[in-house]
């Protein structure tokens, strides 16, 4: 199983342990990003693993497809040239204090990048699945224009292609974001979004749903689902589900809608004491396109998803280091944590 | 508004992450001191903001200070002299083993300070607010005259008046304070406490508590500050409410009285994963002042100091690095701890 | 009170903080083993304790050497020869991600060393208790005759024999631990063990409980112990009981039976948030010899070792740093971690 | 003497102690910049030393102004608006590896910043000095406006003025750097330079130099100085000149050209084990501000500017975290190191 | 140019800085060996560069391999199976007091292994040139027989092969050596080594040095490669040359003799301060091969090797994190280490 | 060999690496003394080893005795009770920038304890040797008072007593310590010192030596040591030389005058790149203790103190972790510092 997956690689600075941002001299330092974080979470599960971006021709660059290459990585499809790292700053929550992120990813090599700096026919030669997120086309008209192009390739290359909605309220707005995603989404066989998600992007409300206190409806989820299919001829749309009770501790489970059967599927719930959120919706991505790939079957599938992106919380940094046999131990065990010796 | 609080600046010589004391080969090292973290809340929160003390005139003391002016509290009205810094060792608990501090502030440059050392007409001039706490006058009779000097320079120039009574059983014990203190509260327009330091420093009981099983009884707490404000006139007293489930989780909020109306408001409460309870005291204070300088009423200044006090504890180092924003940002979300980005 | 423990002395090399085994670029490095644990704990209690191993003669078996020395106890019996030092590798797991050790102990000076090497006549003289436990003769034939011999030796001096059951699946089959430890254990005054301890090693099993989901059942408990203190003559039997909610929380109590008067008896329920759970059953074990050798009667002996063993599970590392002091306070706090200043 | 130093104030990400860049997992996190560097050792000195830039208005750049505040520089005159956080990062050599700085500043709030941003009457009321470097009319031609604003308004108010020429190849050429800074340099009263930047600035060569070599000539030196102040009229040329044997061995002396006599000053000679060469050049500009505002004499201004600029390279960080004492220590000892207890 | 490199994989745990091992409580880990670290310069320099070993199959192992993959080492033809991971402690010395290795590689998967595991016609296909060292034979009979036919099977397919003498007075005596290595040498094209390995090994012994004190001649080393040359048929005998003057400074430079014409070649000398000497004769092993391999003539490639190890030496880790461009950048500076910003 | 060392034991608070105090975020924490490392330097040496102090009865304390347990050093006879823990802060200095200390060590346990706490019947019992410094009695009249017993009962005892001047300014004056030490020191066997202490303490001086440049003549020296041994019957006279280049590199040797036979013996010199010169004087004097206690002659005396008290200043920490491996390695290598591996 060979996936390209298409995103930004960004510099994440992340003040140490649970302190302050500056509180500390120092900032421990990874690479990530929604995109690059499916493609590490599937090299690792044993996919063959394409990530595509562009990077600055510098030693940050250089070291950012390193850290990608480290996983086994497909890096040779990356694209070198002007411009600079996207960052980020993070500052980890603890109990009522929330995590902050601020991003400093505007002029970035890939913000930056023109549509003919890819060669789609090339990069998806030999592919099976093409995924790509909504933080792409919220940086820049060109990078739209990118995803478009890509999506179409692997339509006509009979690739399987998945969009995570991934809003982001810094990047652009809900009205933008739907006037761009709506000629995007309709490339997607699946899509993956939460609630959030969905009505920002794709104006489609849980009526049922109350995302501040974490309340969510289980019927409510399988309509918004099942709104997404009708408009925009997905097969399946996988929607994470977090319940937010404090910066340390979150409920997740997810479903899985397929348009095919008209049927949902949900997972079982983690209450998890969290290590690191960030990139938890990432490895839920690379959970499913994992399945999809293998042929798990829907209940399997978002299972198996769900498992993984829980995990992923108990790990620190963006990436989800998390093996087929953690997922498995998750499945067969239910969490309760003993110790493996 | 301009407040001007008087009080030591400590060494904090912390173990680090949740080692024990000296099992590790390094400690962590800041500055504070219950009234030193006052000062800094309330400069964070936007005070004009005059930290007063006497610290030794070297590396060590000039160092402490400028943990200060870092937060942009006005160390100008500091003394220097001779004597030690004043230090203390914290080895941070978890769950069923508690924190515990070692102090080594005895012969500082602060406890061997004398009153005419300090010319509290310069240092009172165009100040709104003087706050003080009951450890000054525990390290040395010259401190109590100092306070009471200070008290009586605020009182003269129509300066509010706030006092956390704040004992410490390694200090003084409950003789000596109450026949101390008898004679400073009444300077006080505001008097801030919990449970334990309303008995011991006033010998004023919450007949229906139990302070190591952590239950309060609201009407008993009501009751205990109606008795202080009684006896010694003041016009405030608030008061924080720990419940101690272990060492890593607590419940927190806070009560404040008000005599004219004589009616208690009440905050809601908080279940506190902590980071570092040590301050958390101090940031109430801060928060109290904060509001009562900004006008708030009673219900708004005590659910902003309880909110304010809650983050602290979520935040290492006894300072309360809390904006604004981020109390408001509690107020408004109720804690669910969602990440910002 | 002298006691003599026998065991391996191990490298621990674990990852830093909660981090994945080689996601950051440095090991924390202490020096650990079952017994040498309980060796510890013993000396901080006030204990004369002796540790006997075999160590590489060279500097990383000294530096072994010394980490014993820091605590007093009294390495003087320490053989040195050829052979590695043991090793393991510790991944400390998160709410649903286990912990996970990777041993790297064969060929080591220990599981080399060979009966002529240890003069028990000497090691045991004075002595008033011997402790090992089942890990020693999973790891050679020439050990488990060892502590046959050792075991005899200790009977004809009288001194009192314990032993920790402490299955190892990685080490031996339960067909060889049965075949092996049914001939060691007649010599033990005091077993100590878990359920799955019990089964494995003993074949006796627990018939009301289910050790996945951690529901076990007091008198199914008492049984097992009545069974084995049958069939081979040990006075008593203590059994921690561990209830595995995730890898950040876990209950934990234990209980004691007296065979004389043929009852059990049953400590307070501890509900822990983990620091490093690695080590907790060894200070059990070394809770327990602390309390028969200073006559506990049963009941204070088993509270005694339930506390300080939950407080071994807040502190990190292998070591039980807790002083006598610490578990007092415990048994008379309650554990609700309330600061000590 | 209250200064006025303008110029951009950077995050310094540098790869711990001497390790390649990513090669460890955490970056060491300051805030630094040519200009600022000046301005914090002169508030070091105990002048009133004012800073102004312009900020990114968020945690990042707050932060940025609170590492001047914690060396009480003045920052109420800094601007907060739109725009990155200009970075670089660091990679600290040794022997024959050099070290590295790649730069991420393009598009920070400060290149960004427009003339009418800065209301010059306000910022320079009082001063008796303003100091900037040709690092700032690099960055965009809005820049060289506002220094030529600046300068101007500084000189009417009879203000002197210093400026550091700090060529920077990465930020423009030779060409373009002399066709902008012979319009700002007649403002200056003083210079600041060494050989490479009065060639590539200024385009006046030392003819018996080789800098590759680090080879210099005295007489050569005093003749490019003289030619500065004649052709833009400065009264001061100062030079610093490093003779670089290796990353990390270097030597370093100074001369000073008072252009009313036609005379050159020369500092004894240093030899440096570096600790951190960043920010030595900044220190020589703080210690002849310093200097020349507290009215030293030439010899004393060139001895006490290479003395301070030899003592910041022994410290890590781009701040000069040097006191007078320390200046005056040097001068008096010598260098030789003896401990001081 | 495709280099194949066989030889052991080790875990390196070294006491943080320039400590004594266990002074500190943790220990830098990162992956290497003699061979491992020729790999991955290789890979850096651009060359297609796979590295052959046998690895456990645990965590451990799979973690040592993806320190390879991080260089784009390939990987693929590693062998999995039993064994544990070698490991060697290492303490760097500073000044008189040496840098000390205590090898911990025993028993080790590749110790254990069986010519039977590697099958050479499929790993060397494709395949320019085969480097080994002489610690792979020093570990077993099984692994001389290996050398041996991956050795016939390179000659078989005109492959170049080098080999480095690296001879480990811990690991086998003179006498062993010899008697192996005079097998293994006739296949080498190229022979790397110093004075010590050419002794020790081959029995060839410069007759005026002084290994000792530093002193060495060059005629002397001319004759020792003539010597080398004649006897096993090499074309090419490389020789280091480091003079230690101290643990925290040495001198470096080499010589290569072409059999061909009968000359010797000396590079420059370099005097340097040590970061971390380990890994120096690895990374001239690996310049050779780069150099040899790209058709450098031998005046060049002797100053690319020298210049190349000279670089890996300020470097910490035992990999030469060296580029093409750092490696230039030094022949044509000299190295004075001028900051490159 | 038995030796009983006394004096204090402080807590050593260093900036970490070479850093400036208080720079970063941390302390590196051990425990030392100059008596207490010449205690720890013996035991490693093979000596049985007692350290006599009192230290405060806390975690502090205990933590401090226990730092000595880990080198076996016996610390049965440490008195506890009341006062702090004595402590002094570390800044380590670079090339120019000279290391800085900062004692705290006032109103110490130790400072406050009396004579009627040490019992020197029962400590010295056994012992073959006893050593003091001049530091003791600078601390208090009882603390010389102390002294003067202790060495009037080594007389009585027949055990020979050493003194290190240890002249510390900031303890207290010239004319003070000659007025007390003049009564001490003719108990004294033997008498350890450098240039200064002979100078202020005992008003002796060099008439040939310059000790800014570290300039000294052997003549002189040896005709201090003479004046010396004739004013108050010590047998023997050592001399530390250290010639302080920087504060990163020192000439070190030495000289032992021998009164019997009139002569001075003097060792090789030692051109030293400090790791951390702290505690140099004190390895010095246990190397002579050592060599006097083992019956060395005077010159293989001076070799092995003045190599073991090089090595001591090339490892972090006041201790002297060096064994007598590790000093006989040095003598024999001469100091070239090869790699042992």
New interface residues.
Partial sequence: MKVVTFGELLLR?AA???????????????FCGAEANVAVSLSIFGAESVFVTKLPD???GR?AA??L????VDTSKIVYGAG??GAY?L?K????????????R??SAFALARPEEFDWDDILEGADWFHWTGINPALSDEMSEICLEASRKAKEKRIAVSCDLNY?A?LWSPEKARSVMKKLIPYADACFCNEEDAEKVLGIKNESTDS???MLDETGLSRVAKTICDAYGCKYVATSIRK??????NGWSATLYDADVGESYFSRK?D????D??GGGDAFSAGLVYAFGTRMNCRDAIEFAAAAS??K?????DFN?TTLE?VE??LK?????????
């Fill in positions: 600075l140490p342990g649970y302190s302050k941002l500056f509180q500390k001299d120092s900032l421990d330092v990874t510098s030693d940050v070291a390193r850290s290459d480290y996983f086994k600079r790292m700053f500052e929550g603890v109990s009522q204090r929330p995590s902050k992120v601020i991003y400093d505007a002029y982001r810094k501040t206190s974490g937010s009770y404090s910066a340390s501790r983690y998890i004491q969290l290590a959120r960030v829980c995990l919380q108990t790990i620190e940094g280091r953690d131990f998750l065990s239910g969490g309760n944590g003993r110790i493996q010796r």
